[in-house]
């Protein structure tokens, strides 16, 4: 099992930052690849940016270059830092575990960015 508790979320003004962490407990050496994701109220959840063990990551085009996804060591605790806010990044971040093919959620963090 493994735990995610998200925190950092807010409100913003467009062209502001943001960062978000994830603090994971449980199993934490069984996890394969962390990523966030967001939902927008009436959208889909969908992927931001995701990073695995081996430190690849990568990110959803709508971000590139303006968010940064990064990751302690110890796995224990995943960072999104988020620059030049725009108001369609505003949604309900998730933080996601992937754990020896089972996939494990956070309780999501507000982001809204005001234009």
């Known amino acids: 099992q493994v735990q995610l508790v998200e925190s950092g979320g807010g409100l913003v003004q467009a062209g502001g930052s943001l960062r978000l962490s994830c603090a994971a407990s449980?199993?934490?050496?069984?996890?394969?690849?962390m990523g966030w994701y967001r939902q927008a109220p009436g959208k889909q959840r969908e992927l931001v940016a995701r990073?695995?063990?081996?430190?690849?990551?990568n990110y959803a085009t709508s971000v590139k270059g303006r968010f940064t996804i990064s990751r302690t060591n110890a796995k224990d605790t995943m960072y999104l830092e988020m620059n030049s806010l725009k108001p369609e990044d505003t949604a309900v971040y998730y933080c996601?575990?992937?754990?020896?093919?089972?996939?494990?959620w956070g309780q999501g963090t507000q982001v809204t960015v005001s234009s």
């Open positions: 996601n575990a992937l754990a020896r093919s089972v996939g494990y």
């Open positions: 449980g199993r934490i050496s069984s996890i394969n690849a």
């Open positions: 990073i695995f063990s081996s430190g690849t990551t």
